[in-house]
């Protein structure tokens, strides 16, 4: 028998990553888009790409 993880502690680091990378996409994008000129493009594109990686993530978690 595998000595995993509780589920408590897989969900919660896996909100933590989550909050992290929107984080890091977000600050990315809006540093991206002052250097640019652009409106929220980079911002909006950056977040919208990390988000469904994640949720990617998190299904793929799930099937294990």
Same mark, same amino acid.
């Given at each position: 028998m595998? /000595?995993?993880p509780s589920p408590f502690l897989k969900y919660s680091s896996l &909100?933590?990553?989550l909050a992290a990378s929107l984080g890091? +996409?977000?600050w990315a994008g809006h540093w991206l888009d002052g250097v640019m000129g652009y409106n929220a493009f980079f911002l909006l594109l950056f977040v919208s790409i990390m988000? +469904? &990686?994640m949720m990617y993530r998190l299904y793929r978690s /799930?099937?294990?």
């Amino acid at each position: 028998m595998k /000595n995993e993880p509780s589920p408590f502690l897989k969900y919660s680091s896996l &909100g933590l990553q989550l909050a992290a990378s929107l984080g890091l +996409a977000g600050w990315a994008g809006h540093w991206l888009d002052g250097v640019m000129g652009y409106n929220a493009f980079f911002l909006l594109l950056f977040v919208s790409i990390m988000f +469904a &990686g994640m949720m990617y993530r998190l299904y793929r978690s /799930n099937l294990d």
